[in-house]
């Protein structure tokens, strides 16, 4: 069975800009959700989404947004791309909604210039 | 929110040699979870275990709930056990997977 898979795996922007992130979960898979990982903060979580409906969302600006299909797939957006947003953007995904063991993809390194 | 403490914050082992990580949570939880994040950034789930004990391998896991820790214990190091280990759980009382993470403890195995 194939694992998360995340895309693309790097990518370089400029502040003001936008991007996008894909996330594929493992098959079966019907919860998505996000993290931020830097080394000034961590990982934070992002948000989390199960049925295409967001269920939990972290302490981000509203720049930070997301969405699933109904397929389990995932993306999140990021508009207006600052300097610190700069990071290792990771997505998990896990059979259900609740208390379930979380399996990580291999991350989309973001670097804004 | 919850509060981890993972220690030690780095550990330096000779290969072969046994070590333990520890986790400290500052509230009741119904998720815990320990990860390895390999070299190249990807987060391996080690366990899944809010409570009791569980062992795979050289590698075991203990969290004692009511004492709010968990401890990661790994035996017989190799070189490809380096990497940052991360300590995540979740607050009791919340549903989904929200998990809030330590700052890891950094493993470096010489041979």
């Known amino acids: 069975k194939a694992g998360v898979t995340q895309t693309p795996r790097y990518l370089i922007k400029t502040r003001g800009q936008q991007v996008t992130l894909s996330c594929s979960p493992i098959?079966?898979?019907?919860?998505v959700s996000w993290y931020q990982q830097t080394p000034g903060q961590g990982l934070q979580f992002l948000f989390e989404?199960?049925?295409?409906?967001?269920?939990n969302k972290g302490n981000f600006p509203g720049r930070f947004s997301g969405r699933q299909f109904s397929n389990s797939r995932s993306e999140m957006n990021v508009s207006t791309l600052e300097l610190g947003d700069s990071a290792l953007y990771l997505c998990?995904?896990?059979?259900?909604?609740?208390?379930?063991?979380?399996?990580f993809g291999s991350g989309t390194q973001l670097s804004v210039l | 929110g919850i509060q981890v403490e993972q220690s030690p914050p780095d550990l330096i082992l000779q290969e072969g040699a046994n070590s333990t990580l520890r986790c400290n949570f500052s509230d009741s939880v119904n998720n815990l979870q320990w990860f390895h994040q390999n070299p190249w950034g990807q987060l391996i789930n080690l366990f899944y275990?809010?409570?009791g004990t569980k062992q795979n391998g050289r590698l075991s896991a203990t969290t004692v709930a009511t004492e709010r820790y968990s401890l990661l214990y790994i035996s017989s190091s190799q070189t490809t056990d380096s990497g940052v280990y991360f300590c995540a759980v979740e607050r009791a009382g919340t549903s989904g997977s929200r998990l809030t993470f330590g700052e890891g403890t950094q493993l470096t195995v010489n041979p």
């Open positions: 998990a995904s896990s059979p259900s909604w609740d208390g379930e063991k979380l399996f």
């Open positions: 989404y199960f049925s295409e409906t967001q269920r």
């Open positions: 275990i809010p409570s």
């Open positions: 098959s079966g898979h019907r919860s």
